[in-house]
């Protein structure tokens, strides 16, 4: 099975992927997308793989229940995925942290 190629950069040692892709990915413009983005209303988690995974990123991109993620290989390569199922703990972890609460 080929997977979509993904165009990730780098900055900062951080990997990025082009707004327009991300946008396509939740069905929004690019504007609507940096609204919100601005708004707290995606979010992004990266994962840094240990183990097997040495050297592999995950990026994970959620807007309510939608959710795309993205696998940078150790050489680079980046591609979709499938994403991780939410995790309710995160979610709760999230929720208190926007509304300024510690846990």
């Known amino acids: 099975m ?12 951080r990997p990025t992927v082009p707004a327009d892709w991300l946008a396509r990915r939740f069905d929004l ?8 983005m601005r708004a707290g209303r995606i979010t992004s988690l990266l994962e840094r793989g240990e183990g097997a995974d040495a050297g592999r990123l995950r990026l994970t991109f959620r807007r309510d229940a939608q959710a795309c ?30 509304a300024g609460g510690t846990g």
């Open 69 to 98: 993620a993205v696998v940078v290989e150790a050489d680079g390569r980046a591609h979709e995925v499938a994403p991780p199922a939410p995790q309710p703990a995160l979610f709760r972890m999230i929720d208190l942290a926007r």
């Open 29 to 36: 413009s690019e504007a609507d997308l940096r609204r919100e």
């Open 2 to 13: 080929r997977r979509p190629v993904v165009p990730v950069s780098f900055e900062n040692g």
